[in-house]
């Protein structure tokens, strides 16, 4: 009973994989493959949060037609994604890679935070006390700190 409800399943996910767009597919199924888990890691433009495996704008398609000719041209994944995001920007990767922009981008709000907190924590520490005071203010603090407040 379990084993045939897995294979159900495995069948089930097989049919809506290969419903996607079959006229589109390429006929080497190690290309094809290839291409789906590119397909996985490149972001649809128009809905941004999907990849364009998921995703049925028609950019997507388009997409996918893209990353299809290249893997047919033989070329790597790392020249396609390059390709991708030289015309498309590193937008386009869903995982960018790592660079010193993508660094200072998502780490310059901590900076910016601990930077704070070191000027908060100066500027608290050279606040002025009594001895900066004028003689009348210094008499005057004095005075307030010996009454009582009861």
Same mark, same amino acid.
């Given at each position: ?35 789906? !888990? ?78 704070? !907190? ?33």
């Amino acid at each position: 009973m379990r084993l045939a409800s897995i294979l159900a399943a495995v069948a089930g996910v097989l049919c809506i994989a290969a419903a996607a767009d079959p006229a589109d597919r390429l006929a080497d199924p190690a290309q094809e493959a290839r291409a789906r !888990a590119i397909f996985t890691d490149v972001r649809c433009l128009v809905c941004q949060n999907e990849s364009i495996d998921d995703s049925e704008a028609e950019l997507a398609h388009d997409l996918r037609q893209i990353v299809r000719e290249q893997v047919r041209a033989g070329r790597t994944d790392a020249q396609i994604k390059r390709y991708l995001t030289d015309r498309y920007g590193e937008f386009v990767l869903l995982t960018p890679a790592f660079s010193w922009m993508n660094l200072a981008l998502w780490g310059g709000p901590f900076a910016v935070v601990i930077l704070g !907190a070191g000027l908060l924590a100066t500027r608290l520490r050279n606040r002025s006390s009594v001895e900066d005071l004028s003689p009348e203010e210094a008499d005057r603090v004095r005075r307030l700190s010996q009454t009582d407040i009861t």
